[in-house]
């Protein structure tokens, strides 16, 4: 078993009572007409014959077996669907086509998990309308893939067309993705070439059979032409033939427009762009004194004709801002709220300050009122030891769902205000950078593939329980072996927290070097991005610091405010802290951050034993490299842990 087949790993049912009323349901099946017919058919003869050794018979009439059937409850809206079993057996009801694509991945996994199919009675729809994998692959590379060269094979497009493409997107659509951003936000603008269009618009075409829609990250510049272009992009050049990106400037304007009318005349659902401007040397409105709004709005309005949608970044940290970089989005994009276009929506990363291993929440979500925001969420583990450390980050993600901004009081969640729950939100929508690549399993560690599984299933449905997730990741990937279950989730549940204990305690910022985000980089961080010295450590940040606890909603701005009140996960985001200060747990800071360090080698020594404990249920390939990744996390957590050992050490 290569990994290769992710979550869709199809095994035979072994319970022989369970595989009879399998059987006994699944043999026949009506389909409902809808358009995604063909890959539904085409999943359940795959799935029962390797599960039940059946090949399903479709039929038109009958009345038994599974029933696929359009209902007039609009309530479920493009994507929801209703699972219900009763004597006559299953029925599968949705209003819209793709409520049939998503209900059948259900019913597959109900046998995939062994589930009873008595008294069935599910409705899903999904909370968030967009779910979409941002993938930031160049022609070729991956910045920040640590599972191989980027899926998406450029020189063989459009003639040429991997299988892996349509693996691809049945994988995204079992767990609910509908949007696929293919190329990296520092944006090639080749992509905009015809011929890359080109090549784009055969992918368009498979994913769209799953329900999936294509999106593309757009380069400010790329209407320049290349001799005009600014030194930031010299890398590239535009692919335009203007002296200026200038958002005022009608020729700007209208290159866009064209642009947009001939992306859609490829690409008809062509969903839109999303746009890095403004930050890290990316060109962007402000090159030519206008606002990001000013930007946004443009690129919106050549894309509203065709109901496409512009995904505008807040990752910006402008130095004239504010001396505090965590301070800076807030304070850039907070006085543009209601001066976007209705098709703009913003995109904020979790944290403010950049896909650390912990952060308290961005304080813009709650804050905007009038203009819709999206979550961008990390995947891939650029913070959190690559694709080489086992680091389940469902509880990470649960974290900042669950964070209370408490914008509209108490119990208004992160989770309820994308879903708009607490403020109206016209576009809902979350966004994950992909850890994908061209490696065999795609995601380089076999338990990566958790992270884009929990990643689908929690845009879906935010408030999903954890052990859900998990344990339904953990049967359909490995088996539904009891021993199996309870020691692989036992395995990852506290591998995030033991991650930030041991390489980024307390939100105290970046740990780790500047080059690469993977080896341990403190004395490069430490005092350039946070304080540390004899007597304390941490960043104040406090109504007397720099004051970053005010761009939270009461009580938080209080409660972060206080020392001896802020939730210690976030201590030393918050406050100069010092080291003989008292925690919870008795200790002083010193003894417990010191203490805690080794929990990194500990978690991995642990789970060296737990995993051994799974050998002969784990098919031997997987075992091995499992093994292998988990051999080589122990030797680089511990060479972190003698780095930080090292420098915490000079101060005391
Ligand atoms: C940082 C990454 C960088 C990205 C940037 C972004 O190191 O590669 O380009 O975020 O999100 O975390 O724009």
Same mark, same amino acid.
């Given at each position: 078993?290569?990994?290769?087949?992710?979550?869709?790993?199809?095994?035979?049912?072994?319970?022989?009572?369970?595989?009879?009323?399998?059987?006994?349901?699944?043999?026949?099946?009506?389909?409902?007409?809808?358009?995604?017919?063909?890959?539904?058919?085409?999943?359940?003869?795959?799935?029962?014959?390797?599960?039940?050794?059946?090949?399903?018979?479709?039929?038109?009439?009958?009345?038994?077996?599974?029933?696929?059937?359009?209902?007039?409850?609009?309530?479920?809206?493009?994507?929801?669907?209703?699972?219900?079993?009763?004597?006559?057996?299953?029925?599968?009801?949705?209003?819209?086509?793709?409520?049939?694509?998503?209900?059948?991945?259900?019913?597959?996994?109900?046998?995939?998990?062994?589930?009873?199919?008595?008294?069935?009675?599910?409705?899903?729809?999904?909370?968030?309308?967009?779910?979409?994998?941002?993938?930031?692959?160049?022609?070729?590379?991956?910045?920040? %893939?640590?599972?191989?060269?980027?899926?998406?094979?450029?020189?063989?497009?459009?003639?040429?067309?991997?299988?892996?493409?349509?693996?691809?997107?049945?994988?995204?659509?079992?767990?609910?993705?509908?949007?696929?951003?293919?190329?990296?936000?520092?944006?090639?603008?080749?992509?905009?070439?015809?011929?890359?269009?080109?090549?784009?618009?055969?992918?368009?075409?498979?994913?769209?059979?799953?329900?999936?829609?294509?999106?593309?990250?757009?380069?400010?510049?790329?209407?320049?032409?290349?001799?005009?272009?600014?030194?930031?992009?010299?890398?590239?050049?535009?692919?335009?033939?203007?002296?200026?990106?200038?958002?005022?400037?009608?020729?700007?304007?209208?290159?866009?427009?064209?642009?947009?009318?001939?992306?859609?005349?490829?690409?008809?659902?062509?969903?839109?762009?999303?746009?890095?401007?403004?930050?890290?040397?990316?060109?962007?409105?402000?090159?030519?004194?206008?606002?990001?709004?000013?930007?946004?709005?443009?690129?919106?309005?050549?894309?509203?004709?065709?109901? %496409?949608?512009?995904?505008?970044?807040?990752?910006?940290?402008?130095?004239?801002?504010?001396?505090?970089?965590?301070?800076?989005?807030?304070?850039?994009?907070?006085?543009?709220?209601?001066?976007?276009?209705?098709?703009?929506?913003?995109?904020?990363?979790?944290?403010?300050?950049?896909?650390?291993?912990?952060?308290?929440?961005?304080?813009?979500?709650?804050?905007?009122?009038?203009?819709?925001?999206?979550?961008?969420?990390?995947?891939?583990?650029?913070?959190?030891?690559?694709?080489?450390?086992?680091?389940?980050?469902?509880?990470?993600?649960?974290?900042?769902?669950?964070?209370?901004?408490?914008?509209?009081?108490?119990?208004?969640?992160?989770?309820?205000?994308?879903?708009?729950?607490?403020?109206?939100?016209?576009?809902?929508?979350?966004?994950?950078?992909?850890?994908?690549?061209?490696?065999?399993?795609?995601? %380089?560690?076999?338990?990566?593939?958790?992270?884009?599984?929990?990643?689908?299933?929690?845009?879906?449905?935010?408030?999903?329980?954890?052990?859900?997730?998990?344990?339904?990741?953990?049967?359909?990937?490995?088996?539904?072996?009891?021993?199996?279950?309870?020691?692989?989730?036992?395995?990852?549940?506290?591998?995030?927290?033991?991650?930030?204990?041991?390489?980024?305690?307390?939100?105290?910022?970046?740990?780790?070097?500047?080059?690469?985000?993977?080896?341990?980089?403190?004395?490069?961080?430490?005092?350039?991005?946070?304080?540390?010295?004899?007597?304390?450590?941490?960043?104040?940040?406090?109504?007397?610091?720099?004051?970053?606890?005010?761009?939270?909603?009461?009580?938080?701005?209080?409660?972060?405010?206080?020392?001896?009140?802020?939730?210690?996960?976030?201590?030393?985001?918050?406050?100069?802290?010092?080291?003989?200060?008292?925690?919870?747990?008795?200790?002083?800071?010193?003894?417990?951050?010191?203490?805690?360090?080794?929990? %990194?080698?500990?978690?991995?020594?642990?789970?060296?034993?737990?995993?051994?404990?799974?050998?002969?249920?784990?098919?031997?390939?997987?075992?091995?490299?499992?093994?292998?990744?988990?051999?080589?996390?122990?030797?680089?957590?511990?060479?972190?842990?003698?780095?930080?050992?090292?420098?915490?050490?000079?101060?005391?």
């Amino acid at each position: 078993d290569t990994g290769y087949q992710l979550w869709l790993n199809y095994k035979p049912v072994l319970d022989t009572r369970l595989k009879r009323t399998y059987v006994q349901h699944y043999s026949q099946i009506r389909l409902s007409g809808s358009r995604y017919d063909e890959v539904i058919a085409d999943e359940l003869k795959r799935s029962l014959k390797a599960m039940l050794t059946i090949t399903p018979e479709f039929v038109h009439n009958e009345k038994k077996g599974i029933q696929m059937s359009f209902c007039a409850d609009k309530s479920l809206g493009q994507e929801g669907y209703i699972i219900r079993s009763g004597k006559k057996g299953i029925t599968l009801q949705a209003y819209s086509d793709a409520g049939f694509l998503y209900g059948t991945f259900h019913l597959i996994r109900l046998i995939q998990c062994e589930y009873s199919l008595e008294h069935l009675n599910i409705r899903e729809t999904p909370a968030l309308d967009s779910r979409q994998l941002n993938h930031w692959d160049d022609l070729g590379t991956i910045e920040r %893939g640590y599972a191989g060269r980027s899926l998406w094979k450029w020189n063989d497009l459009p003639g040429k067309i991997d299988p892996r493409y349509t693996d691809y997107a049945r994988a995204n659509a079992s767990i609910g993705i509908n949007g696929v951003i293919l190329n990296n936000v520092n944006a090639d603008p080749r992509f905009l070439r015809r011929d890359y269009l080109e090549k784009i618009a055969v992918l368009a075409q498979i994913f769209r059979k799953y329900n999936i829609r294509v999106y593309l990250a757009a380069n400010f510049g790329a209407p320049m032409k290349p001799s005009a272009t600014p030194d930031v992009m010299r890398q590239w050049g535009g692919v335009g033939n203007l002296n200026t990106a200038d958002p005022r400037n009608p020729e700007v304007q209208k290159w866009w427009k064209t642009k947009a009318d001939e992306i859609y005349s490829l690409i008809p659902d062509f969903g839109g762009f999303v746009v890095k401007a403004n930050s890290e040397g990316m060109p962007g409105p402000q090159d030519y004194g206008c606002t990001h709004a000013d930007g946004a709005n443009m690129l919106a309005r050549a894309l509203k004709p065709h109901g %496409g949608i512009v995904m505008w970044r807040t990752f910006v940290y402008n130095p004239e801002i504010d001396k505090d970089r965590i301070k800076r989005s807030y304070k850039e994009f907070l006085p543009l709220d209601g001066m976007f276009d209705d098709n703009v929506i913003l995109q904020t990363k979790n944290g403010a300050l950049d896909f650390q291993p912990s952060e308290p929440a961005q304080p813009l979500f709650g804050s905007m009122t009038r203009t819709p925001l999206m979550a961008e969420l990390q995947i891939t583990q650029e913070y959190l030891g690559h694709s080489t450390y086992l680091v389940y980050l469902l509880p990470m993600w649960r974290e900042f769902l669950d964070f209370d901004t408490h914008c509209k009081g108490a119990g208004s969640t992160i989770a309820k205000i994308l879903t708009g729950e607490v403020i109206p939100q016209s576009y809902r929508a979350i966004a994950g950078v992909a850890n994908t690549g061209d490696s065999h399993n795609w995601t %380089g560690h076999h338990f990566a593939q958790a992270n884009w599984f929990a990643f689908g299933r929690l845009a879906w449905n935010p408030k999903l329980e954890t052990h859900k997730i998990t344990s339904e990741w953990i049967k359909s990937t490995w088996n539904c072996d009891k021993q199996t279950l309870k020691v692989v989730e036992q395995m990852m549940m506290p591998t995030w927290k033991s991650f930030v204990c041991s390489h980024a305690p307390y939100s105290i910022g970046f740990t780790v070097q500047v080059k690469g985000h993977y080896l341990a980089g403190f004395e490069i961080r430490a005092n350039k991005e946070w304080k540390i010295d004899n007597e304390s450590i941490g960043n104040d940040r406090t109504i007397t610091g720099s004051d970053y606890v005010s761009q939270y909603f009461e009580p938080n701005r209080s409660l972060f405010n206080d020392i001896n009140q802020c939730p210690e996960l976030y201590l030393l985001c918050f406050h100069r802290t010092p080291w003989n200060h008292k925690m919870k747990s008795g200790l002083t800071l010193r003894e417990e951050l010191i203490a805690n360090l080794k929990q %990194g080698i500990e978690q991995v020594d642990r789970n060296i034993e737990l995993w051994k404990s799974l050998r002969g249920k784990i098919d031997e390939r997987r075992f091995g490299e499992v093994m292998e990744s988990l051999a080589t996390e122990k030797k680089d957590t511990q060479a972190f842990y003698d780095s930080a050992i090292h420098f915490f050490n000079l101060y005391k």
